[in-house]
């Protein structure tokens, strides 16, 4: 079974700053997957980033990066430079067994 | 884009009704998953296809069914719907059963269902 917790339903950033979205997991899968999805007002699901598990380095995608901490099962988002199109719910989830799991979502804000 | 595609957008029925609704995949994959999304929350797993078969399913009773095609299309039918149905149903595409990287699941925009 796999849980993925998002303790910060709202956060807010000014525009040009940097932003940490944080995500908790469980899962008894051994080799599994954890994403970072982002939700714009269209509802299209868009990947933002994917990290491996079994891969030590953090993954890194332009200005979003995440901090992979496997033994205390934590694997946060930073946007930097944050831009007014970074405003959307975003979702962390875990792959294994087949399917995703995801969490309830943070809705990001971008202050101009 | 996704290459993904699902009709109706929006869909209003009422209590007990059926519901049908439709996802096209990308050209090629032949597993679709369909998740359900209630306000404010995060999708969940309803079931997943891979060729044509049913091959795991969350936890949505069976009145939640689908059927998926050989031209990459899919539907999931939801029965005797209830107000607890209202939510945005989202489809999602890959080829395969293994996971990522190498099989990139792709997500529709979804519809929405209001169940009045």
């Known amino acids: 079974a796999q849980t993925v917790t998002q303790s910060q339903p709202e956060m807010s950033v000014q525009e040009a700053e940097t932003v940490t979205l944080s995500c908790t997991y469980d899962?008894?899968?051994?080799?599994?997957?954890l994403f970072w999805y982002k939700q714009p007002p269209s509802r299209q699901m868009i990947l933002v980033i994917r990290?491996?598990?079994?891969?030590?380095q953090n993954a890194t995608e332009n200005r979003f990066s995440v901090n992979f901490q496997k033994a205390a099962k934590s694997f946060s988002l930073k946007i930097s430079d944050s831009q007014l199109g970074d405003a959307a719910m975003y979702f962390c989830a875990s792959f294994g067994n087949e399917k995703l799991t995801f969490g309830t979502g943070t809705r990001l804000t971008i202050i101009p | 884009e996704t290459g993904v595609t699902q009709s109706p957008t929006h869909l209003i029925k009422t209590r007990g009704q059926q519901v049908t609704l439709r996802c096209s995949s990308q050209s090629g994959h032949n597993t679709v998953s369909w998740y359900q999304q209630a306000l404010g929350q995060g999708p969940q797993f309803i079931f997943q296809?891979?060729?044509?078969?049913?091959?795991g399913r969350g936890n949505f009773p069976p009145r939640f069914s689908g059927l998926q095609f050989p031209n990459y299309s899919s539907e999931l039918n939801v029965n005797a719907l209830e107000l607890d149905d209202s939510a945005l149903y989202l489809c999602a595409s890959r080829y395969g059963l293994a996971g990522p990287p190498y099989n990139e699941q792709f997500f529709g925009p979804g519809t929405r269902l209001t169940v009045l």
């Open positions: 296809y891979y060729r044509e078969e049913e091959n």
């Open positions: 899962t008894s899968e051994s080799d599994y997957y």
């Open positions: 990290q491996e598990a079994y891969k030590q």
